[in-house]
């Protein structure tokens, strides 16, 4: 298992940006891939995005364009960048990893006003 710690939620306006980071307890070169997911009141969690320690990267639809998933190695760190913000990205943002360390993170809450 591996501890992941995420960061940089928060309130922000429509139109707004924040950037969330998730930090590993591991190096995340042992990570096969990471991955935000976001979960709303009342609603499933859902994918955001991912990436795999080859650098390969997916979006789920309703966010390609605005947000970027990234990694810096160094600090065993995953950042998800948050452009554009809507009302409809408001949910707790969870990060994942998978392969030969699985864990979640706790959730950090994203709201965003209209």
């Known amino acids: 298992q591996v501890q992941l710690v995420e960061s940089g939620g928060g309130l922000v306006q429509a139109g707004g940006s924040l950037r969330l980071s998730c930090t590993a307890s591991?190096?995340?070169?042992?990570?096969?891939?990471m991955r935000w997911h976001r979960q709303a009141p009342g609603k499933q969690r859902e994918l955001v995005a991912g990436?795999?320690?080859?650098?390969?990267?997916n979006y789920r639809d309703s966010v390609k364009g605005r947000f970027t998933i990234s990694r810096d190695n160094a600090k065993n760190t995953v950042y998800l960048q948050m452009n554009s913000l809507k009302p409809e990205d408001t949910a707790v943002y969870y990060c994942?990893?998978?392969?030969?360390?699985?864990?979640w993170g706790q959730g950090t809450q994203v709201t965003v006003s209209s």
């Open positions: 994942s990893a998978s392969g030969t360390y699985n864990g």
């Open positions: 591991v190096s995340i070169f042992s990570i096969d891939a």
């Open positions: 990436i795999t320690r080859g650098g390969y990267r």
